[in-house]
């Protein structure tokens, strides 16, 4: 299994970061999995963004709540994240990973993906 | 729901072990087995290393273990080596399909 993030690299502050996920190597409908976002801040640690069922189920960080939507497109294996309103300190290399869906873990990541908020 | 909290720092002589910290509360790391820790390199993508509180993924050494005592998770390192320096996050499921992640802990080896 591998994934992949894409998208643009720099978002104007108040506009909205839009991102994908392509999953290689197995089907993003497996019941055995969540598909996953999270991002980390230069410097600094690990923030789980939200998870996303194939079925298009999403579960959100409560902090993130409001600016964050997740979509999943089971045609083309992908998954995506939107994240509206953003400003500088929604800078941050942004990864996708497989979760499981029975303990929550993350398995397999992406590369990751480094998107900068500025004019 | 608020970050596990990890020590900072933790360092450690070649050979020797050590162990990291995660504390949590009773809504996460205390009323779950869903405790897992990865390891991640400078400029690298994080990889698992732990999950299931003490399970260990196809090709992580022996020498990494885990283990939870009430809200308090922890890793430890036998044996440390060179490539074990790097920084080292635990999670944790905290109820509602929710999940939350520790601050980080950079292993520096002696």
């Known amino acids: 299994l591998q994934l992949q993030e894409s998208g643009p690299g720099l978002v104007k502050p108040s506009e909205t970061l839009s991102l994908t996920c392509t999953v290689s190597g197995g089907s993003i409908s497996s019941n055995n999995y969540f598909w996953g976002w999270i991002r980390q801040p230069p410097g600094k640690g690990l923030e789980w963004i939200g998870n996303i069922y194939y079925s298009g189920r999403t579960y959100y960080n409560p902090s993130l709540k409001s600016r964050v939507t997740m979509s999943v497109d089971t045609s083309k294996n992908q998954f995506s994240l939107n994240l509206n309103s953003v400003t500088a300190t929604d800078t941050a290399v942004y990864y996708c990973a497989s979760v499981h869906s029975y303990n929550y873990y993350m398995d397999v990541w992406g590369k990751g993906t480094t998107v900068t908020v500025s004019s | 729901q608020s970050a596990l909290t990890q020590p900072p720092s933790a360092s450690g002589s070649l050979g020797q072990s050590v162990t990291i910290s995660c504390t949590g509360t009773?809504?996460?790391?205390?009323?779950?087995?869903?405790v897992s820790w990865y390891q991640q390199h400078p400029g690298r993508s994080p990889k698992l290393m732990i999950y299931e509180v003490t399970r260990r993924p196809s090709g992580v050494p022996d020498r990494f273990s885990g283990s939870k005592s009430g809200n308090t998770a922890s890793l430890t390192v036998s044996g440390l080596q060179a490539e074990d320096e790097a920084n080292y996050y635990c999670s944790s499921y905290a109820g509602g399909n929710h999940v939350v992640f520790g601050g980080g802990t950079k292993l520096t080896v002696l």
């Open positions: 009773s809504s996460d790391v205390g009323n779950y087995n869903s």
